[in-house]
Protein backbone atom coordinates (compact mmCIF):
# COMPACT_ATOMS: atom_id res chain seq x y z
CA UNK A 1 0.00 0.00 0.00
CA UNK A 2 1.30 3.88 -0.44
CA UNK A 3 -0.07 6.19 1.80
CA UNK A 4 0.47 9.60 1.42
CA UNK A 5 -0.33 12.67 3.89
CA UNK A 6 -2.61 14.98 2.67
CA UNK A 7 -0.37 17.94 0.84
CA UNK A 8 -1.64 20.53 3.33
CA UNK A 9 -0.57 17.90 6.32
CA UNK A 10 2.58 18.15 4.70
CA UNK A 11 3.02 21.93 4.59
CA UNK A 12 1.10 23.08 8.46
CA UNK A 13 3.86 20.05 9.66
CA UNK A 14 6.64 21.97 8.09
CA UNK A 15 4.98 25.91 8.70
CA UNK A 16 4.97 24.72 12.64
CA UNK A 17 8.18 23.62 12.65
CA UNK A 18 9.90 26.84 11.03
CA UNK A 19 8.97 28.73 14.40
CA UNK A 20 11.30 26.68 15.89
CA UNK A 21 14.55 26.39 14.05
CA UNK A 22 17.04 28.72 14.21
CA UNK A 23 20.49 29.10 12.64
CA UNK A 24 23.44 26.86 13.10
CA UNK A 25 26.36 27.92 14.53
CA UNK A 26 28.69 30.22 12.49
CA UNK A 27 31.91 29.00 11.52
CA UNK A 28 33.46 31.76 13.77
CA UNK A 29 31.48 30.13 16.65
CA UNK A 30 32.79 26.64 15.47
CA UNK A 31 36.37 27.71 15.72
CA UNK A 32 36.36 29.52 18.91
CA UNK A 33 36.45 33.03 18.16
CA UNK A 34 35.24 35.71 20.70
CA UNK A 35 32.90 37.32 18.24
CA UNK A 36 29.58 38.08 18.79
CA UNK A 37 26.83 34.79 17.81
CA UNK A 38 25.06 37.13 15.26
CA UNK A 39 28.34 38.85 13.52
CA UNK A 40 27.63 40.60 10.35
CA UNK A 41 29.99 38.45 8.34
CA UNK A 42 28.32 35.05 9.78
CA UNK A 43 25.61 35.15 7.20
CA UNK A 44 25.54 35.07 3.67
CA UNK A 45 26.14 38.45 1.91
CA UNK A 46 22.80 40.46 0.85
CA UNK A 47 22.01 39.56 -2.99
CA UNK A 48 20.35 43.24 -3.22
CA UNK A 49 23.16 45.00 -2.59
CA UNK A 50 25.54 44.48 -5.26
CA UNK A 51 25.29 42.63 -8.76
CA UNK A 52 28.54 42.10 -11.29
CA UNK A 53 27.59 43.09 -14.34
CA UNK A 54 30.16 40.76 -16.22
CA UNK A 55 28.37 38.07 -14.31
CA UNK A 56 24.74 38.89 -16.32
CA UNK A 57 26.92 39.32 -19.59
CA UNK A 58 28.15 35.73 -19.12
CA UNK A 59 24.51 34.38 -18.19
CA UNK A 60 23.32 36.04 -21.71
CA UNK A 61 26.97 34.88 -23.99
CA UNK A 62 25.46 31.41 -22.38
CA UNK A 63 22.02 31.05 -23.25
CA UNK A 64 23.13 32.54 -26.68
CA UNK A 65 26.02 30.22 -27.49
CA UNK A 66 23.90 27.45 -26.08
CA UNK A 67 21.09 28.34 -28.11
CA UNK A 68 22.48 29.47 -31.47
CA UNK A 69 19.89 26.63 -33.69
CA UNK A 70 16.89 28.75 -32.09
CA UNK A 71 17.43 31.35 -34.19
CA UNK A 72 17.09 29.16 -37.35
CA UNK A 73 13.79 28.01 -36.06
CA UNK A 74 11.83 31.42 -36.42
CA UNK A 75 13.97 32.22 -39.89
CA UNK A 76 12.60 28.34 -40.90
CA UNK A 77 8.78 29.71 -39.94
CA UNK A 78 9.11 33.29 -41.85
CA UNK A 79 10.08 31.14 -45.34
CA UNK A 80 7.21 28.44 -44.72
CA UNK A 81 5.08 32.03 -44.04
CA UNK A 82 6.29 33.53 -46.91
CA UNK A 83 5.68 30.72 -49.60
CA UNK A 84 2.58 29.35 -48.04
CA UNK A 85 1.25 32.93 -49.48
CA UNK A 86 2.40 32.42 -53.11
CA UNK A 87 -0.72 31.14 -55.50
CA UNK A 88 0.16 28.24 -58.32
CA UNK A 89 0.75 30.84 -60.73
CA UNK A 90 3.69 32.13 -58.48
CA UNK A 91 4.70 28.64 -57.90
CA UNK A 92 4.65 28.09 -61.77
CA UNK A 93 6.77 31.50 -62.63
CA UNK A 94 9.25 30.38 -60.02
CA UNK A 95 9.28 27.03 -61.04
CA UNK A 96 9.93 28.62 -64.59
CA UNK A 97 12.69 31.06 -63.59
CA UNK A 98 14.48 28.00 -61.67
CA UNK A 99 14.46 25.83 -64.32
CA UNK A 100 16.36 28.23 -67.03
CA UNK A 101 18.78 29.74 -64.40
CA UNK A 102 21.44 27.19 -62.93
CA UNK A 103 22.73 30.36 -60.96
CA UNK A 104 19.56 30.38 -59.08
CA UNK A 105 19.47 27.01 -58.32
CA UNK A 106 22.87 26.45 -57.08
CA UNK A 107 22.54 29.12 -54.93
CA UNK A 108 19.58 28.01 -53.34
CA UNK A 109 20.39 24.35 -53.08
CA UNK A 110 23.45 25.54 -51.56
CA UNK A 111 21.51 27.74 -48.96
CA UNK A 112 19.38 24.99 -48.19
CA UNK A 113 22.17 22.73 -47.19
CA UNK A 114 24.19 25.08 -45.41
CA UNK A 115 21.50 25.63 -42.96
CA UNK A 116 20.77 22.43 -42.82
CA UNK A 117 24.32 21.62 -41.86
CA UNK A 118 24.85 24.38 -39.43
CA UNK A 119 21.48 23.33 -37.87
CA UNK A 120 22.18 20.04 -36.87
CA UNK A 121 25.71 20.77 -36.17
CA UNK A 122 24.80 23.31 -33.71
CA UNK A 123 21.92 21.50 -31.87
CA UNK A 124 22.85 19.63 -28.74
CA UNK A 125 21.98 16.17 -28.46
CA UNK A 126 19.35 15.81 -25.23
CA UNK A 127 20.67 14.32 -22.07
CA UNK A 128 17.88 12.36 -20.14
CA UNK A 129 17.58 11.03 -16.63
CA UNK A 130 16.70 7.44 -16.82
CA UNK A 131 16.15 7.33 -12.91
CA UNK A 132 18.58 7.41 -10.02
CA UNK A 133 18.94 5.11 -6.78
CA UNK A 134 19.79 6.51 -3.55
CA UNK A 135 21.57 4.16 -1.15
CA UNK A 136 19.87 3.51 2.46
CA UNK A 137 22.50 1.46 4.78
CA UNK A 138 21.40 -0.95 6.96
CA UNK A 139 20.04 -0.03 10.21
CA UNK A 140 22.95 -1.31 12.46
CA UNK A 141 24.63 1.80 10.51
CA UNK A 142 22.10 3.84 12.55
CA UNK A 143 23.98 6.59 14.70
CA UNK A 144 22.00 8.76 17.13
CA UNK A 145 23.33 11.76 18.52
CA UNK A 146 24.05 10.04 21.75
CA UNK A 147 25.41 7.20 20.29
CA UNK A 148 27.52 9.61 18.63
CA UNK A 149 28.57 11.34 21.51
CA UNK A 150 29.29 7.89 23.44
CA UNK A 151 31.64 6.57 20.21
CA UNK A 152 33.10 9.89 20.80
CA UNK A 153 34.07 9.95 24.14
CA UNK A 154 35.38 6.27 23.83
CA UNK A 155 37.94 6.79 21.55
CA UNK A 156 39.64 8.59 24.02
CA UNK A 157 40.91 11.22 21.61
CA UNK A 158 38.86 14.04 22.65
CA UNK A 159 38.84 16.74 25.50
CA UNK A 160 36.20 17.02 27.80
CA UNK A 161 35.06 20.62 26.44
CA UNK A 162 35.50 19.37 22.81
CA UNK A 163 32.89 17.12 23.86
CA UNK A 164 30.30 18.77 24.97
CA UNK A 165 30.96 21.29 21.99
CA UNK A 166 30.86 18.33 19.24
CA UNK A 167 27.54 18.01 21.67
CA UNK A 168 26.23 21.43 20.81
CA UNK A 169 27.09 21.70 17.51
CA UNK A 170 24.97 18.29 17.08
CA UNK A 171 21.88 20.01 18.80
CA UNK A 172 22.17 23.03 16.30
CA UNK A 173 23.27 20.89 13.05
CA UNK A 174 19.43 19.99 11.95
CA UNK A 175 20.71 16.43 11.90
CA UNK A 176 18.27 13.80 13.52
CA UNK A 177 18.57 10.93 15.51
CA UNK A 178 18.84 8.50 12.36
CA UNK A 179 21.74 9.06 10.33
CA UNK A 180 24.16 6.69 9.30
CA UNK A 181 27.69 5.66 10.11
CA UNK A 182 30.02 3.25 8.57
CA UNK A 183 31.23 0.05 10.81
CA UNK A 184 34.95 1.26 11.32
CA UNK A 185 33.02 4.54 12.75
CA UNK A 186 31.29 2.82 15.19
CA UNK A 187 33.05 0.05 16.34
CA UNK A 188 34.96 0.25 19.71
CA UNK A 189 37.67 0.92 19.52
CA UNK A 190 37.27 2.75 15.81
CA UNK A 191 39.16 1.11 13.04
CA UNK A 192 39.70 3.63 10.22
CA UNK A 193 42.05 1.47 7.48
CA UNK A 194 42.28 0.98 3.98
CA UNK A 195 40.11 -2.58 3.91
CA UNK A 196 37.44 -0.83 5.99
CA UNK A 197 37.29 2.47 3.39
CA UNK A 198 37.29 -0.04 0.86
CA UNK A 199 34.05 -2.03 1.93
CA UNK A 200 31.86 1.38 2.70
CA UNK A 201 32.64 2.27 -0.71
CA UNK A 202 31.82 -1.08 -1.83
CA UNK A 203 28.31 -1.07 0.12
CA UNK A 204 27.75 2.52 -1.33
CA UNK A 205 28.46 1.93 -4.84
CA UNK A 206 27.56 -1.11 -5.41
CA UNK A 207 24.40 -0.68 -3.37
CA UNK A 208 23.10 2.37 -5.27
CA UNK A 209 24.25 0.93 -8.72
CA UNK A 210 22.26 -2.43 -8.37
CA UNK A 211 18.74 -1.09 -7.72
CA UNK A 212 19.28 1.30 -10.46
CA UNK A 213 19.88 -1.13 -12.76
CA UNK A 214 16.83 -3.00 -11.09
CA UNK A 215 14.57 0.28 -12.18
CA UNK A 216 15.96 0.89 -15.68
CA UNK A 217 16.80 -2.93 -16.56
CA UNK A 218 19.71 -1.71 -18.18
CA UNK A 219 22.25 -4.04 -19.18
CA UNK A 220 25.97 -3.09 -17.63
CA UNK A 221 27.81 -3.81 -20.80
CA UNK A 222 25.32 -1.28 -22.49
CA UNK A 223 26.92 1.44 -20.16
CA UNK A 224 29.27 3.69 -22.69
CA UNK A 225 30.70 6.51 -19.91
CA UNK A 226 31.34 6.39 -16.27
CA UNK A 227 31.99 8.99 -13.97
CA UNK A 228 32.69 8.89 -10.36
CA UNK A 229 33.62 11.27 -8.03
CA UNK A 230 34.56 10.90 -4.66
CA UNK A 231 36.41 13.79 -2.97
CA UNK A 232 38.41 12.74 0.45
CA UNK A 233 38.87 8.91 -0.42
CA UNK A 234 40.86 7.86 -3.98
CA UNK A 235 42.73 4.37 -3.93
CA UNK A 236 44.50 2.49 -6.55
CA UNK A 237 42.71 1.51 -8.06
CA UNK A 238 40.57 3.93 -8.22
CA UNK A 239 37.01 3.67 -7.64
CA UNK A 240 35.69 3.85 -11.27
CA UNK A 241 37.83 1.01 -11.91
CA UNK A 242 36.30 -1.40 -8.79
CA UNK A 243 32.81 -0.14 -10.72
CA UNK A 244 34.57 -2.00 -13.88
CA UNK A 245 35.62 -4.96 -12.27
CA UNK A 246 32.82 -5.84 -10.30
CA UNK A 247 29.72 -5.23 -12.74
CA UNK A 248 32.01 -6.45 -15.96
CA UNK A 249 32.11 -3.25 -18.26
CA UNK A 250 32.74 -3.29 -21.68
CA UNK A 251 36.29 -2.58 -22.22
CA UNK A 252 35.95 0.44 -24.20
CA UNK A 253 33.89 2.37 -21.51
CA UNK A 254 34.98 6.31 -21.53
CA UNK A 255 35.53 5.83 -17.46
CA UNK A 256 36.82 9.01 -15.00
CA UNK A 257 37.29 9.22 -11.12
CA UNK A 258 37.06 12.58 -9.88
CA UNK A 259 38.33 13.62 -6.44
CA UNK A 260 38.99 16.32 -4.48
CA UNK A 261 36.36 18.17 -6.06
CA UNK A 262 34.27 18.58 -2.79
CA UNK A 263 30.32 18.72 -2.16
CA UNK A 264 29.60 20.44 -5.52
CA UNK A 265 31.70 17.19 -7.01
CA UNK A 266 27.92 15.54 -8.28
CA UNK A 267 27.13 18.47 -10.44
CA UNK A 268 30.48 18.26 -11.80
CA UNK A 269 30.18 14.60 -12.92
CA UNK A 270 26.59 15.58 -14.67
CA UNK A 271 28.32 17.98 -16.51
CA UNK A 272 30.88 16.03 -17.43
CA UNK A 273 28.57 12.99 -18.89
CA UNK A 274 26.44 15.74 -20.21
CA UNK A 275 29.37 16.59 -22.32
CA UNK A 276 30.56 13.35 -22.81
CA UNK A 277 26.83 12.41 -24.04
CA UNK A 278 27.54 15.03 -27.30
CA UNK A 279 30.15 13.39 -28.75
CA UNK A 280 29.42 9.90 -28.10
CA UNK A 281 25.54 9.09 -29.74
CA UNK A 282 23.38 6.14 -28.51
CA UNK A 283 25.07 5.73 -24.99
CA UNK A 284 24.29 5.36 -21.62
CA UNK A 285 26.52 7.40 -18.48
CA UNK A 286 26.50 6.08 -15.05
CA UNK A 287 27.36 8.87 -12.31
CA UNK A 288 28.20 8.09 -8.76
CA UNK A 289 28.38 10.48 -6.53
CA UNK A 290 29.85 9.51 -3.17
CA UNK A 291 31.68 9.98 -0.08
CA UNK A 292 33.74 7.94 2.54
CA UNK A 293 33.91 8.79 6.29
CA UNK A 294 36.47 5.68 6.95
CA UNK A 295 39.80 6.83 6.63
CA UNK A 296 38.64 10.97 6.79
CA UNK A 297 37.42 10.61 10.32
CA UNK A 298 39.08 13.50 12.80
CA UNK A 299 40.52 12.36 16.16
CA UNK A 300 42.10 15.48 17.40
CA UNK A 301 40.71 18.64 19.34
CA UNK A 302 40.89 21.26 16.38
CA UNK A 303 37.31 22.51 16.36
CA UNK A 304 37.07 23.83 12.99
CA UNK A 305 37.88 19.85 12.01
CA UNK A 306 35.61 18.42 15.01
CA UNK A 307 32.64 20.26 12.71
CA UNK A 308 32.68 17.65 9.75
CA UNK A 309 32.33 14.92 11.99
CA UNK A 310 29.13 16.33 13.35
CA UNK A 311 27.81 17.28 9.82
CA UNK A 312 28.92 14.36 7.35
CA UNK A 313 27.48 11.23 7.22
CA UNK A 314 27.51 8.27 4.83
CA UNK A 315 25.32 7.95 1.73
CA UNK A 316 25.52 7.97 -1.75
CA UNK A 317 23.78 7.64 -5.27
CA UNK A 318 23.73 6.93 -9.03
CA UNK A 319 22.15 8.24 -12.05
CA UNK A 320 21.71 7.10 -14.95
CA UNK A 321 21.75 9.43 -18.48
CA UNK A 322 21.70 8.29 -21.78
CA UNK A 323 21.46 10.22 -25.10
CA UNK A 324 19.50 7.46 -26.84
CA UNK A 325 16.11 9.49 -28.17
CA UNK A 326 14.25 6.00 -27.65
CA UNK A 327 14.65 6.39 -24.51
CA UNK A 328 12.60 9.67 -23.69
CA UNK A 329 9.00 8.01 -23.36
CA UNK A 330 10.66 5.75 -20.74
CA UNK A 331 12.76 8.71 -18.55
CA UNK A 332 11.93 10.67 -16.03
CA UNK A 333 13.97 14.05 -16.57
CA UNK A 334 15.31 15.90 -19.16
CA UNK A 335 18.37 17.84 -18.32
CA UNK A 336 17.72 21.52 -19.20
CA UNK A 337 20.96 23.66 -18.22
CA UNK A 338 23.88 23.08 -16.01
CA UNK A 339 26.36 26.55 -15.04
CA UNK A 340 29.61 25.93 -12.83
CA UNK A 341 30.86 28.99 -11.12
CA UNK A 342 34.69 28.13 -9.67
CA UNK A 343 36.38 31.16 -7.45
CA UNK A 344 39.57 29.34 -6.81
CA UNK A 345 41.47 32.42 -7.68
CA UNK A 346 40.71 33.77 -5.09
CA UNK A 347 43.31 32.92 -1.82
CA UNK A 348 39.79 33.44 0.77
CA UNK A 349 37.85 31.22 -1.44
CA UNK A 350 40.59 28.74 -2.31
CA UNK A 351 41.69 28.02 1.84
CA UNK A 352 38.24 27.98 2.97
CA UNK A 353 37.77 24.37 3.27
CA UNK A 354 41.32 22.67 3.27
CA UNK A 355 42.25 19.15 4.53
CA UNK A 356 44.76 19.01 6.79
CA UNK A 357 47.22 18.39 9.54
CA UNK A 358 47.05 19.55 13.18
CA UNK A 359 49.73 20.37 15.47
CA UNK A 360 49.70 16.49 16.32
CA UNK A 361 49.75 15.20 12.60
CA UNK A 362 46.34 14.35 12.69
CA UNK A 363 44.26 14.90 9.54
CA UNK A 364 41.05 16.59 9.02
CA UNK A 365 38.49 19.13 6.81
CA UNK A 366 39.02 22.53 8.30
CA UNK A 367 36.44 24.76 7.44
CA UNK A 368 37.50 28.78 7.81
CA UNK A 369 35.11 31.38 9.51
CA UNK A 370 35.10 33.03 6.22
CA UNK A 371 33.11 30.26 4.63
CA UNK A 372 29.89 31.53 4.66
CA UNK A 373 30.74 34.77 3.03
CA UNK A 374 32.61 33.13 0.58
CA UNK A 375 29.55 30.41 -0.44
CA UNK A 376 27.60 33.49 -0.45
CA UNK A 377 29.54 35.20 -2.91
CA UNK A 378 29.73 32.05 -5.21
CA UNK A 379 26.01 31.48 -5.11
CA UNK A 380 25.23 35.15 -5.75
CA UNK A 381 27.86 34.50 -8.97
CA UNK A 382 26.14 31.52 -10.27
CA UNK A 383 22.45 32.54 -9.91
CA UNK A 384 23.45 35.67 -11.68
CA UNK A 385 25.05 34.15 -14.48
CA UNK A 386 21.86 31.34 -14.75
CA UNK A 387 19.36 34.07 -14.63
CA UNK A 388 19.42 34.86 -18.41
CA UNK A 389 18.80 30.94 -19.21
CA UNK A 390 16.06 29.95 -17.24
CA UNK A 391 13.54 33.44 -15.78
CA UNK A 392 10.62 34.57 -17.77
CA UNK A 393 11.22 37.35 -19.97
CA UNK A 394 9.03 40.07 -17.51
CA UNK A 395 11.86 39.05 -14.51
CA UNK A 396 14.24 39.77 -17.33
CA UNK A 397 12.91 43.00 -18.42
CA UNK A 398 12.44 44.55 -14.68
CA UNK A 399 15.98 42.70 -13.72
CA UNK A 400 17.65 44.27 -16.68
CA UNK A 401 15.80 47.98 -16.37
CA UNK A 402 16.81 48.38 -12.81
CA UNK A 403 20.56 47.10 -13.86
CA UNK A 404 20.56 50.34 -16.74
CA UNK A 405 19.14 52.28 -14.00
CA UNK A 406 21.78 51.74 -11.36
CA UNK A 407 24.99 51.52 -13.92
CA UNK A 408 24.03 53.87 -16.43
CA UNK A 409 22.04 56.64 -15.16
CA UNK A 410 23.67 56.20 -11.76
CA UNK A 411 20.43 56.28 -10.15
CA UNK A 412 20.55 55.02 -6.39
CA UNK A 413 18.26 51.94 -6.12
CA UNK A 414 19.03 48.34 -5.02
CA UNK A 415 19.32 45.71 -7.66
CA UNK A 416 16.29 43.96 -8.59
CA UNK A 417 16.38 39.93 -7.06
CA UNK A 418 14.74 38.03 -10.01
CA UNK A 419 11.88 35.77 -8.19
CA UNK A 420 13.10 32.30 -8.92
CA UNK A 421 10.21 30.82 -8.08
CA UNK A 422 8.65 31.16 -10.99
CA UNK A 423 11.50 29.72 -12.92
CA UNK A 424 11.31 26.72 -11.17
CA UNK A 425 8.74 24.31 -9.03
CA UNK A 426 11.06 22.37 -6.97
CA UNK A 427 14.38 23.21 -5.34
CA UNK A 428 17.47 21.02 -3.96
CA UNK A 429 19.65 22.67 -2.36
CA UNK A 430 22.44 20.98 -1.12
CA UNK A 431 21.99 19.77 2.63
CA UNK A 432 25.44 20.79 3.71
CA UNK A 433 23.74 22.73 7.22
CA UNK A 434 21.48 24.53 8.75
CA UNK A 435 22.63 27.79 8.49
CA UNK A 436 23.18 28.11 4.88
CA UNK A 437 19.70 26.45 4.10
CA UNK A 438 18.46 29.25 6.79
CA UNK A 439 20.34 32.33 4.57
CA UNK A 440 19.17 31.01 1.40
CA UNK A 441 16.05 30.75 2.52
CA UNK A 442 15.67 34.21 3.90
CA UNK A 443 18.01 35.71 0.60
CA UNK A 444 15.92 33.77 -2.24
CA UNK A 445 12.80 34.22 -0.57
CA UNK A 446 11.75 30.53 -0.61
CA UNK A 447 8.76 29.09 1.27
CA UNK A 448 9.00 26.64 4.04
CA UNK A 449 7.58 23.99 1.07
CA UNK A 450 10.61 24.88 -1.03
CA UNK A 451 12.94 24.18 1.24
CA UNK A 452 11.33 21.40 3.36
CA UNK A 453 13.57 18.77 0.97
CA UNK A 454 16.43 20.25 1.74
CA UNK A 455 16.02 20.37 5.62
CA UNK A 456 14.38 16.54 5.80
CA UNK A 457 17.15 15.14 3.87
CA UNK A 458 19.69 16.83 6.21
CA UNK A 459 17.76 15.56 9.52
CA UNK A 460 17.42 12.39 8.01
CA UNK A 461 20.82 11.47 6.51
CA UNK A 462 22.70 14.54 7.39
CA UNK A 463 25.32 15.75 4.88
CA UNK A 464 25.83 13.05 2.53
CA UNK A 465 27.92 15.23 0.35
CA UNK A 466 27.89 15.26 -3.36
CA UNK A 467 24.83 12.68 -2.80
CA UNK A 468 23.05 15.01 -0.62
CA UNK A 469 20.72 16.31 -4.17
CA UNK A 470 19.70 13.36 -4.86
CA UNK A 471 18.27 12.30 -1.25
CA UNK A 472 16.52 15.33 -1.99
CA UNK A 473 14.90 14.69 -5.36
CA UNK A 474 13.77 11.41 -4.26
CA UNK A 475 11.99 13.31 -1.33
CA UNK A 476 10.07 15.01 -3.42
CA UNK A 477 8.93 12.38 -5.74
CA UNK A 478 8.06 10.74 -2.35
CA UNK A 479 6.02 13.52 -1.42
CA UNK A 480 3.91 12.58 -5.08
CA UNK A 481 5.09 16.04 -6.03
CA UNK A 482 6.33 15.87 -9.63
CA UNK A 483 4.45 17.04 -12.41
CA UNK A 484 5.16 16.81 -16.16
CA UNK A 485 6.65 19.87 -17.25
CA UNK A 486 7.80 20.89 -13.42
CA UNK A 487 11.12 22.27 -13.19
CA UNK A 488 13.71 21.54 -10.58
CA UNK A 489 16.74 23.56 -9.72
CA UNK A 490 19.94 21.54 -8.24
CA UNK A 491 22.78 24.11 -6.60
CA UNK A 492 25.39 22.78 -4.90
CA UNK A 493 28.68 24.47 -3.18
CA UNK A 494 31.91 22.84 -2.00
CA UNK A 495 35.68 23.34 -1.70
CA UNK A 496 37.92 25.13 -4.04
CA UNK A 497 35.64 27.48 -3.94
CA UNK A 498 32.59 26.07 -6.07
CA UNK A 499 29.00 26.46 -6.94
CA UNK A 500 27.55 24.33 -9.34
CA UNK A 501 23.64 24.55 -10.91
CA UNK A 502 22.08 21.98 -12.98
CA UNK A 503 18.13 22.62 -14.10
CA UNK A 504 15.95 19.31 -14.84
CA UNK A 505 12.85 19.56 -16.80
CA UNK A 506 9.93 16.85 -15.61
CA UNK A 507 9.39 14.58 -18.93
CA UNK A 508 5.94 12.41 -16.55
CA UNK A 509 4.12 12.43 -13.84
CA UNK A 510 6.27 10.85 -11.21
CA UNK A 511 3.41 8.26 -9.10
CA UNK A 512 5.12 7.62 -5.57
CA UNK A 513 3.13 4.41 -5.23
CA UNK A 514 5.26 2.63 -8.11
CA UNK A 515 8.90 4.54 -6.21
CA UNK A 516 11.51 2.74 -4.90
CA UNK A 517 13.91 5.20 -3.14
CA UNK A 518 14.89 5.12 0.62
CA UNK A 519 12.28 7.76 1.59
CA UNK A 520 9.14 5.33 0.90
CA UNK A 521 8.77 2.99 3.94
CA UNK A 522 8.64 6.59 6.18
CA UNK A 523 7.35 9.17 3.81
CA UNK A 524 4.25 9.76 5.69
CA UNK A 525 6.58 10.69 8.79
CA UNK A 526 7.80 13.96 7.15
CA UNK A 527 8.14 16.73 7.87
CA UNK A 528 9.14 16.52 11.27
CA UNK A 529 9.71 19.60 13.50
CA UNK A 530 13.21 20.31 14.12
CA UNK A 531 13.38 21.10 18.05
CA UNK A 532 14.40 24.83 19.12
CA UNK A 533 17.94 24.79 20.17
CA UNK A 534 19.76 27.75 22.26
CA UNK A 535 22.97 29.47 21.45
CA UNK A 536 26.40 28.26 21.66
Aim: net charge positive.
Amino acid sequence: MCSLPPPDQSLSRLTSSSNHISSAPTMAERSGDASPLRSRSSGLPDFKQSVKLKYVKLGYHYMITHGMYLFLTPLVFIVAAQLSTFSLADLRDLWDHLRFNLVSVVVCSTLLVFLSTVYFLTRPRPVYLLDFACYKPDDSRKCSRRLFLDRSALTGSFTEENLEFQRKILERSGLGENTYLPDAVLSVPPNPCMAEARKEARDVMFGAIDELLAKTNVKPKDIGILVVNCSLFNPTPSLSAMVINHYKLRGNIVSYNLGGMGCSAGLISIDLAKNLLQVHPNSYALVISMENITLNWYFGNDRSKLVSNCLFRMGGAAILLSNKRSERRRSKYQLVDTVRTHKGADDKCFGCVTQEEDANGNIGVSLSKDLMGVAGEALKTNITTLGPLVLPMSEQLIFFATLVAKKVLKMKIKPYIPDFKLAFEHFCIHAGGRAVLDELEKNLQLSDWHMEPSRMTLYRFGNTSSSSLWYELAYIEGKGRIKKGDRIWQIAFGSGFKCNSAVWKALKKVNPCKEKNPWMDEISNFPVAVPKVTAL
